[in-house]
């Protein structure tokens, strides 16, 4: 994943002040309904969504393959003064730290697109749900979307709703919508389409995300507010990224 081989500093800017991750992070926290429990963070990179569920009140661990971002979501913990566990793992497959049934929630942003055998994630995280726990899931929508912005990030796909299904037949699905339209979706387009083109020749995350860029100073307020006006039209189904929450069905047959 490039994202990953960028450096600590423009990481941490990134996860935790990217304008539409944090609008991610807002709807996510909406749709929980539970007082606390047990949760797990799958591709919790550098802890943004770990650390939001601490202060609601779960016990949590997090997951991710790349040590580093693991090491820093650790160290923001601790800086924090939050009690988390991460772990270095490639939840594609079963992993004895992580026990069938034990949590209540699972929180799984922005990862599945990144992996070719996603069902396989999914699959994973139905073992280590309870009968009744939630899943919350977000990934981009629309393979007509796909752009340059899906290939620096590392996404194999993005996903139309009946192909997103098939992987969650353990599930109920209780709410799914998408965020991003019209208005983000247009400053998608007019960023690959145009300024990225014509006026930067290339995507730069650790020129966009350097302490006093422009994007960061004025920027991603702004974008901030789009995303949030955008959610008047979240039914439509015709924004960048998947919105899902749902709950686990039963036990599995042993």
Not at 79 to 85: F, T
Request: with cysteine.
């Amino acid at each position: 994943m490039k994202v990953y081989d960028l450096s600590k500093d423009t990481i941490e800017r990134h996860q935790f002040g990217d304008p539409l991750l944090r609008h991610l992070t807002d709807k996510i926290l909406q749709l929980i309904d539970l007082p606390g429990g047990r949760a797990l963070d799958v591709g919790c990179g550098a802890g943004r969504l770990a650390v939001a569920l601490a202060r609601r009140g779960f016990e949590v661990d997090g997951v991710d393959v790349a040590a580093s971002v693991v090491e820093q979501a650790a160290q923001l913990a601790s800086e924090a003064g939050i009690s988390a566990r991460f772990f270095v793992a490639d939840f594609r497959q079963p992993d004895a730290r992580f026990p069938d049934e034990t949590y209540d929630l699972v929180v799984c942003s922005e990862v599945v697109e990144h992996v070719e055998s996603w069902r396989s994630v999914l699959d994973n995280i139905a073992r280590v749900l309870k009968p009744g726990g939630l899943l919350l899931l977000t990934t981009p929508n629309d393979p007509a979307q796909f752009s340059i912005l899906d290939e620096y990030a590392g996404h194999f796909r993005r996903f139309r709703w009946r192909e997103l299904e098939t992987g969650l037949s353990e599930f109920s699905v209780l709410t799914a919508f998408t965020v991003g339209f019209p208005l983000t979706r247009a400053l998608h387009w007019a960023y690959t389409r145009i300024l990225l083109p014509v006026f930067f020749k290339e995507h730069s995350p650790e020129r966009m995300w350097q302490e006093d860029s422009l994007y960061r100073r004025f920027g991603a307020q702004a974008t901030y507010r789009l995303a949030q006006i955008d959610d008047l039209f979240n039914r439509l189904k015709l924004g960048t990224t998947w919105v899902v929450k749902a709950r686990k069905l039963r036990s599995r047959a042993r």
